[in-house]
């Protein structure tokens, strides 16, 4: 395979990442701006973080879904989307880490990894070619 069409592929590949990831998130994105996120402020409290910090899932949930979509710091937008899954991680999911889902089998995170594995691969790999800012 040639450099040019190598070089191509894993354009369309990060275009490919970008544009799934944003989708989902921006699911979640929506679902936060007609419920809001006060029930956030509870799980950070726990922890000792501030309850404004659940404001925070408005910019990782629809802001940075939005910049890998148009390709505009990736790198950035997917860092925000990986602290985010963090967050979750660890204020919401923390007993599911180690749990097998008892309908169907299936690691307990296994999305919220997915997300979070996806966010950091576009944080190393940047947007590619198809971004308004393609190293970013």
């Given at each position: 395979m040639s450099p040019s069409l190598r070089s191509s592929g894993t354009d369309v590949g990060l275009l490919v990442l970008r544009v799934?990831?944003?989708a989902i998130l921006l699911f979640h994105g929506a679902y936060k701006l007609?419920?809001?996120?006060?029930?956030?402020?509870?799980?950070?409290g726990h922890v000792g973080l501030p309850g404004f910090l659940a404001y925070g899932t408005y910019v990782a949930e629809l802001v940075a879904p939005i910049m890998?979509?148009?390709?505009?710091w990736t790198r950035i937008g997917a860092l925000v989307i990986a602290?985010?899954?963090?967050?979750?991680?660890?204020?919401?999911m923390r007993p599911q880490i180690l749990?097998?889902?008892p309908s169907g089998g299936g690691w307990g995170i296994e999305l919220e990894a997915l997300i979070l594995l996806t966010a950091l691969a576009l944080v190393f790999a940047g947007?590619?070619?198809?971004?308004?800012?393609?190293?970013?």
């Amino acid at each position: 395979m040639s450099p040019s069409l190598r070089s191509s592929g894993t354009d369309v590949g990060l275009l490919v990442l970008r544009v799934g990831l944003a989708a989902i998130l921006l699911f979640h994105g929506a679902y936060k701006l007609t419920h809001g996120v006060d029930w956030i402020k509870g799980p950070l409290g726990h922890v000792g973080l501030p309850g404004f910090l659940a404001y925070g899932t408005y910019v990782a949930e629809l802001v940075a879904p939005i910049m890998l979509i148009v390709g505009a710091w990736t790198r950035i937008g997917a860092l925000v989307i990986a602290i985010d899954m963090v967050m979750a991680l660890v204020l919401v999911m923390r007993p599911q880490i180690l749990a097998i889902k008892p309908s169907g089998g299936g690691w307990g995170i296994e999305l919220e990894a997915l997300i979070l594995l996806t966010a950091l691969a576009l944080v190393f790999a940047g947007g590619g070619r198809f971004s308004v800012v393609p190293n970013g």
